[in-house]
């Protein structure tokens, strides 16, 4: 087995990291390949399994807005109403689904599953050729809280489209909370971006500007029908900032 990866102080001081431990009579599996592992079980990509929630709100535009949300966390859950995480690309909207989906089965043990939106439409049509669509439907449909990560950023056939709105149109019918997360803004938000934007222009960069004044508006991206079911099923939650990726191969001396 590898060795895991990541910060020495989280690899296993009995294995160091090999999950498998050597002794005079033999080789056995170690006690920490048999942890729960909360990331994996909620389907979140590794790279967001150490999400923290403290340090995931530190982009989030109106931070009492979110507080609020999360105070009335079990209010919000059992109304079904979810959260819209809305921002330029880099700006820690995975991170902040992911460590709201952990909170949320650490605290009411509300199983969640995290998808990448182009993902979940490549499974629903793997589904649809084993004759297991109705199946998969259900479970996603029905999942106590589900994350739909980076929504309007695939092209949508006629077939994703119906499929996308049959599982967003269950969902809020039967009032189960969805995290979404997507760098386009929905229509009934239109003017506080365009103010967004003004406020932001003295800071940027003129090239800059440019590409942010040109960004394109959720209701360009998927069906109008499901941006006005969304305003009701999410609370809007804008994240502003620089894009962290870029920054880091920046200052890890990395060309862009």
């Known amino acids: ?32 390949q048999y942890r729960f592992n909360i990331g ?15 340090k995931a709100k530190k982009n989030v535009q109106n931070k009492a ?24 690309p880099g700006t820690g909207k995975t991170y902040l689904a ?3 989906l952990k ?40 999942i106590p809280v589900l994350v739909l990560d980076d929504l309007g950023n695939e092209y949508l056939s006629e077939w994703d489209a119906d499929i996308l709105y049959l599982i967003l149109n269950r969902r809020y019918n039967h009032r189960k909370p969805t995290i979404i997360t997507t760098n386009y803004v929905p ?31 959720l209701d360009d991206r998927i069906s109008p029908a499901l941006v006005s079911r969304l305003k009701e099923m999410t609370l809007y939650v804008p994240l502003l900032g620089e894009d962290k990726r870029k920054r880091k191969i920046l200052l890890n001396g990395y060309p862009l």
Request: proline share 4%.
């Open 1 to 32: 087995m590898k060795p895991s990866r990541g910060n020495q102080n989280n690899v296993c001081p009995k294995c160091k990291g090999l999950g498998v431990i050597f002794t005079d009579k033999g080789a056995y599996k170690c006690e920490c």
């Open 40 to 54: 994996k079980y909620l389907n979140i990509p590794p790279r967001y399994w150490k999400a923290d929630l403290e």
């Open 65 to 88: 807005q979110l507080e609020g949300y999360l105070e009335k966390l079990k209010n919000n859950l059992q109304s079904g109403r979810g959260l819209l995480i809305v921002g330029p």
């Open 98 to 100: 992911a460590a709201l």
């Open 103 to 142: 909170k949320i089965y650490k605290d009411y043990r509300l199983r969640g599953l995290f998808f990448q939106t182009k993902e979940l439409l490549i499974k629903a049509k793997e589904a649809a050729a084993k004759n297991q669509l109705s199946r998969f439907l259900d479970l996603v449909s029905r």
């Open 187 to 217: 229509s009934y938000h239109k003017e506080e971006e365009k103010n967004n934007l003004q406020k932001e222009k003295q800071n940027k960069e003129p090239q800059k500007e440019e590409n942010a004044t040109s960004s394109q508006w």
